[in-house]
């Protein structure tokens, strides 16, 4: 706020009021003054001071600049790394589910090899048996079925031919009570 106060603020002897020159060469006294302070300043010992105070102008401009865009900066990368951090917090949510199921499929797979051992060590008379026995019931129950499908594929075709004569028989019927009641 200093710095754009002092900027703002010309030294006295560089103002030149209107009361000063006359008002039929105005625009030739301002640009007479254009030209004057370029002068006045490079011969005096005063133009360091104006240059000071641009000089710190410009300065804290720049600092100002460069402060925005650090903060500018700083919170992208605020952002990035949270979003890096969320990235990596799903990661290992994910990677810990991954693992219990895993541990959960070994051990099930442990399970299921202990079963085969037993049944291969086991009696393999018996276990043989038992599927012979349990297939031949399937192939039993399965011939009956088909029995019984065919039985009635031959009962259906039974009926159907007898339902075709009753048909014709009621045709010839209706022929003859038509030529009766002429």
Sequence with gaps: MSSQLSHN?????????LS???????????KSLRHERPLRLGSSGSSDVSNDTSTNHAES???????RLSAKKKA???????????MYEKALATNERLKSRLETSKQE???????????????PN???????ESEKKESLSLKKKVSDM???????AELKQENQRLKDENGALIRVITKLSK
Excluded: H, W
């Design 76 to 86: 992208e990368e605020e952002k990035m790394n949270s979003d890096y951090k969320k």
């Design 20 to 30: 000063d020159s006359c008002p039929a060469s105005s625009t030739a006294n301002s």
């Design 9 to 17: 603020k010309e030294p006295p002897y560089i103002r030149k009021t």
């Design 61 to 67: 401009y720049f600092l100002r600049r460069e402060n």
């Design 126 to 132: 018996d276990c043989g048996s038992n599927v012979l």
């Design 109 to 123: 797979l442990a399970v299921i090899q202990d079963q085969l051992q037993k049944a291969q060590n086991g009696k």
């Design 150 to 156: 065919e039985e009635q594929l031959k009962v259906k």
